[in-house]
């Protein structure tokens, strides 16, 4: 799976617990960490200085692990990727 593919993906699970859990700020920032890393990726946005400040496994580990395990799987991986 291309870095792309599985950002997408994760996003795609984000923003549907984004629709279970609306007032979860850590859902939101997932989200918006998600759409970054997909501009950067497809070469939307070429502004790195955010890389550092990625924080979606430990958003995953905290939050979203007991919410949705499979999404929380996809944001480690994103991670991962990420370092």
């Not at 007991?66 to 996809?74: C, I, K, P, R, S």
């Amino acid at each position: 799976m291309s870095n792309i593919e599985l950002f997408t993906a994760a996003l795609s699970a984000t923003q549907t617990l984004s629709h279970q859990y609306p007032d979860s700020r850590a859902v939101a920032s997932a989200v918006e960490q998600l759409e970054y890393l997909i501009a950067l990726e497809s070469g939307k946005n070429s502004d790195r200085s955010l890389l550092s400040n990625i924080n979606v496994g430990l958003i995953a580990a905290r939050e979203i692990d007991d919410m949705d395990y499979g999404a929380a799987e996809l944001l480690y991986k994103v991670q991962a990727r990420v370092k």
